[in-house]
Each structure stands twice: as C-alpha cells, then as structure tokens.
C-alpha cells in the first residue's frame, strides 16, 4: 500500500500596516532619538600644559636620538684600537699574550674526517704542550 504524506493546510493573513510609518510620514510631534553630538575637546589649562609639555619632549626624542646615538658608539668603540666594538675583545686581551696569532699556536687543530690515530697523536701533542 502505498504511503501518503499527510496533508497541511497553511493560512496566511494579509493586512495592511496602516499603524508603520512611511518615509516621509514622521512628524515634528514624534519622538525621536537623537544621535548625541560631540561638544569637541575641552581641557583645563593644566591639561594643555601637560600635552604641550609631552608633544615637545617627544620632538625633542626624535631630534637628538641620532646625534645622542653616533656620540655613544664614538665613546665605546674608543676603548679599542681596531675601531670598532664588534670584533670583539682585543686581542692582546686573552690570557696575557701580546698578540692573537700566538693564542693560536697552543692549540692542536681537530678538522672532520680525521682518523682515530690522527685525533689520538692530535691529543697527545696538546697535552705534551701543556705541559
């Protein structure tokens, strides 16, 4: 038997909006709101001070940050004589030697692909120099 689906009925009321309003249609009698307007920045004299007082210290900033800048650099980078504060320490700065190179020369060199009789005949040549 086959299978009916059951029946619905829908009523639909159509009347008119006499009561909405029109464009057009509002009157000077209606109420209606109001969007709040701005009555502009008011400050006291304190105030003004105070934000001129910040806007020029911030011109201030800005000016002299380069000048303040190049000045500080000149100062640290006169503590050594290479001139220039990013090389790092100085080099007679390292365990009392008087020039880099021969800070070099204490150490035995330990390159990748070296055989164990190499890195075992390296150490031993270290250890013979420390002592």
């Known amino acids: 038997m086959p299978r009916t689906s059951p029946r619905v009925a829908v ?5 008119p909006m006499s009561d909405a309003p ?4 509002i009157g ?9 307007r701005g009555r502009g920045i008011r400050l006291s004299g304190m105030q003004l001070i105070r934000v001129i007082g910040i806007a020029a210290l911030l011109g201030f900033l800005v000016v002299t940050q380069r000048p303040c800048a190049n000045a500080i650099s000149t ?3 006169s503590f050594d004589e290479r001139g ?3 090389s790092g320490p100085a080099a007679g700065a390292t365990r009392g030697s008087s020039t880099g190179s021969s800070d070099l020369d204490r150490y035995e060199q330990l390159r990748p ?3 164990e009789e190499e890195t075992k005949a390296a150490i031993e040549r270290a ?5």
């Open 11 to 15: 009523a639909v009321i159509i009347r």
């Open 84 to 86: 220039s504060a990013a």
């Open 127 to 131: 250890r013979a120099k420390a002592h």
């Open 75 to 77: 100062f640290v980078t």
């Open 113 to 115: 692909g070296m055989t």
């Open 22 to 25: 029109t464009p057009g249609s």
């Open 28 to 36: 000077p009698d209606d109420d209606v709101p109001k969007l709040p």
